[in-house]
């Protein structure tokens, strides 16, 4: 059963940098040719949106609210997926979440229907805060 732990959120300021991690427990490259990983936000009272996702292929995708400040990368002898987040913003407040699927679809695709559909059909960890305070 894949399971997936975030970690690395906190409080900080504007222009400031954090790195967030998910650690992914009970997947390996090798048994799986296709799959998705990503990392979406929801903030209360907000629709759950995707941030960035990575395809198993390379292709990545951001939404237009992170392009060039944020940066998703995948460690495969770690087993872990990584959000560097720069010149954060207040805006960037959210529960931040890793997640995982192996429905075929693009990366940009993903961003929308991972979000959309949650934890309830692909694999979801619990989250990570961020705070950004102005």
């Known amino acids: 059963q894949v399971r997936l732990v975030e970690s690395g959120g906190g409080s900080v300021q504007s222009g400031d940098s954090l790195r967030l991690s998910c650690q992914i427990f009970?997947?390996?490259?090798?048994?799986?040719?296709?799959?998705?990983m990503g990392w979406f936000r929801q903030s209360p009272g907000m629709e759950r949106e995707g941030v960035a996702t990575l395809a198993s292929d390379g292709e990545i995708a951001y939404a237009n609210s992170v392009r060039g400040r944020f940066t998703i990368s995948r460690d495969k002898t770690k087993n872990s997926l990584y959000l560097q987040m720069n010149n954060l913003k207040s805006e960037d407040t959210a529960m931040y979440y890793c997640a995982l699927t192996l429905q075929r679809m693009t990366v940009d695709q993903a961003l929308r229907v991972m979000a959309l559909r949650g934890p309830g059909h692909d694999d979801w960890g619990q989250g990570t805060q961020v705070t950004v305070s102005s």
């Open positions: 009970g997947f390996r490259d090798t048994y799986y040719t296709d799959y998705i």
